[in-house]
């Protein structure tokens, strides 16, 4: 796992973006052998959607048919599943988020500011999900303005300050 840090603007989105490959780089290359996957903490899905829909719907199309209730289970969103997102808490979008994460397993997963809204327990919860998605093979990385919980596990910690890239 990769934690990225900087200032407001100077990139870490940009970045994620790139490597998930929402963007294309003006040089250089990107490669993937499998399903890269960019998720904004507690956004991206349909605020209409139950999570439990959210979550199958998103692993039904990369062929993970079944993976949304283990993966509800290890968020501890199960009891949720049949909420519509838009009714749920900050930190609750968040968790759905991460379950959507854990369904796909995707060979790539880029987390914009996932700790933002998290409580002490919400981040235990993410830090548990990395783990397990690094345990499936998936290379993480995660932008974050409090990388405090999860430098300690962290493989790499990437710097970003005026648009350049440091490994710390």
Do not use: F, W
């Not at 039904?60 to 509800?72: D, E, F, I, N, Q």
């Not at 987390?111 to 993480?140: C, H, K, N, W």
């Not at 300690?152 to 648009?163: K, M, Q, S, V």
Request: proline residues 3%; positive net charge.
């Amino acid at each position: 796992m990769s934690v990225v840090t900087g200032e407001n603007g100077s990139g870490k989105t940009t970045l994620l973006r790139l490597a998930a490959g929402l963007l294309q780089s003006t040089t250089g290359t990107r490669t993937c052998s499998g399903t890269a996957l960019y998720l904004r903490a507690g956004g991206g899905l349909r605020s209409a959607q139950t999570v439990g829909d959210a979550v199958a719907t998103t692993a039904a199309l990369v062929g993970r048919r079944g993976a949304s209730g283990p993966a509800l289970a290890l968020l501890g969103i199960a009891a949720h599943a049949d909420r519509r997102l838009g009714t749920l808490s900050a930190g609750e979008r968040v968790r759905a988020t991460l379950a959507v994460a854990a369904a796909v397993e995707p060979t790539v997963l880029c987390l914009d500011e996932p700790t933002g809204v998290l409580d002490e327990r919400g981040v235990d919860l993410l830090v548990t999900v990395l783990g397990y998605l690094r345990s499936a093979g998936t290379a993480v990385l995660v932008a974050t303005h409090q990388p405090a919980a999860l430098l300690p596990l962290a493989d790499a910690h990437l710097r970003l300050a005026g648009g350049r890239l440091e490994v710390v």
